[in-house]
């Protein structure tokens, strides 16, 4: 597991965790928009 010791593991891992989280954010805020403008129907799930 030398490759997660080395500088070069450790950027690779903090950006993928970067993108990760601004990816999660961005798909909350977007279903979130969604929900908010769109009125669900009688016995619709809200999610």
């Known amino acids: 597991m030398s ?3 080395s500088d070069a593991g ?3 891992m ?3 965790t ?3 989280i601004f990816g999660f954010l961005g798909y909350l805020a977007w279903k979130f928009i969604k ?3 769109h009125k669900p129907q009688p ?3 809200t999610w």
Do not use: R
């Open 3 to 5: 490759f997660f010791t």
């Open 35 to 37: 929900l908010s403008s």
């Open 10 to 12: 450790i950027v690779f």
């Open 14 to 16: 903090s950006i993928f």
């Open 43 to 45: 016995g619709e799930k």
């Open 18 to 20: 970067i993108i990760f």
